[in-house]
């Protein structure tokens, strides 16, 4: 592993906890959407992350003893997909998007569960951070070592 290998590797995964976060904000904002663009409800967005491969085990183990030029891996947001559950119905007859029964339906967004997923990924980032200066601490201290 290079001697920036650990740095690499949480500041991918500071990206894609951003991204998270940012998804998150996206469905609490959205709550309460009966409508969007194309004419239904929100959907209920996730981010969907994946470990980034630098060229098998063969290369990490090389660049783990020193002797490769392998680069560590990390992790990278595959994509964001919809959540293809339906959203309950509202009896509100009221409402100018209410069906003929009265009822509309609202969006599959469950506020309890995206604040959990924002502390999840807040706490994520929070580590990382962690862990990005942990390792300047020891780069410090190394460079210490060697005046």
Known sequence: MS??????????????QRLRMDVTAENLANA????????????????VLQEVQRGGFGAQLT?????????????????????????????DPGNP????????????????TEMVDL???????EANVTAMQASKQMFTKTLDLLR
């Open 32 to 47: 309460q959407t009966t409508r969007g663009a194309n004419g239904q409800p929100y959907r209920r967005k996730e981010v």
């Open 119 to 125: 502390i999840d990924s807040s706490r994520a980032y």
């Open 63 to 91: 660049a783990a003893i020193g002797t490769g030029s392998g680069r560590p891996g990390g992790v990278e947001a595959a994509g964001v997909v919809e959540d293809q559950t339906q959203g309950k119905l509202v009896y």
């Open 3 to 16: 001697l920036f290998g650990g740095i690499e590797i949480s500041a991918s995964a500071l990206t894609a």
């Open 97 to 112: 998007y209410a069906n003929a029964q009265g009822y509309v339906r609202m969006p599959n967004v469950d506020t309890v």
